[in-house]
């Protein structure tokens, strides 16, 4: 089983859907959550941080459920330009050597 | 705009030949790491030195595989010999600091085919 889990997808929406990604991990020492967007052929990129009290970024919100190894991210309103693969990101041993263990990634398709 | 670097961005070789790719991660930046994504295994991290000392390579194939950074403005993770399963794209990322949610910036990649 791998430590960062992730539903690969393809999701395919419409433009203007609201879709959500899920994301499980099972080192419960984890202490800090990310999640990265990689377009195709290009390098990951970070999209926003996970905090406790979930956080949300214009379209986008992250949430953490600690209890449940369970990290989430919505996105309303989609546009073409979201069309992306979502790495969820776990930071394995927290500050001290900040160690990022990636899931394998969920890939979005917004459609026109 | 400060980014990382990384050379060359392809590489195509014959088994058994060696690889070298280099980085230069951002200026001021103080810890780097090495990373080989594929599509079976998606992104796994390899190396991963702070203040050029490196702290964990438990990643990385220790027969074929070394890494090291000569200086604060080059990183260089050498194959030999390689291999065909060393086929992917190696990322290397660098970041300001070991806190909790210190970003990681990714460079563009070298996409590596072993014949």
């Known amino acids: 089983r791998k430590e960062v889990e992730q539903d690969p997808g393809p999701f395919n929406v419409p433009e203007g859907a609201t879709v959500a990604f899920n994301c499980t991990y099972s080192n419960s020492a984890s202490q800090s959550f990310f999640w990265y967007r990689q377009d195709c052929r290009k390098e990951p990129k970070l999209l926003m941080s996970?905090?406790?009290s979930g956080n949300e970024d214009g379209r986008f919100t992250a949430q953490l459920n600690r209890a449940s190894q369970y990290i989430s991210l919505l996105i309303r309103d989609s546009k073409l330009s979201d069309s992306a693969t979502y790495l969820c990101v776990v930071n394995r041993n927290g500050g001290a050597t900040n160690k990022l263990i990636f899931g394998t990634g969920t890939l979005l398709a917004v459609q026109p | 705009d400060a980014r990382v670097t990384q050379t060359p961005r392809h590489k195509v070789t014959e088994m058994g030949q060696e690889v070298t790719m280099r980085c230069q991660p951002i200026?001021?930046?103080?810890?780097v790491f090495w990373y080989r994504q594929t599509m079976m295994q998606g992104l796994e991290l390899l190396a991963y030195?702070?203040?050029?000392?490196?702290?964990?390579d438990s990643g990385m194939p220790k027969d074929r595989f070394s890494a090291e950074m000569p200086d604060a403005t080059l990183a260089t993770l050498k194959i030999q010999p390689s291999e065909p399963r060393d086929s992917a794209v190696y990322f290397c990322?660098?970041?300001?600091?070991?806190?909790?949610?210190?970003?990681?910036?990714f460079g563009p990649g070298t996409r590596l085919t072993v014949l």
């Open positions: 996970v905090y406790s």
């Open positions: 200026l001021g930046h103080n810890t």
């Open positions: 990322a660098s970041g300001p600091g070991q806190g909790h949610y210190n970003e990681q910036f």
């Open positions: 030195f702070r203040n050029r000392a490196p702290l964990d």
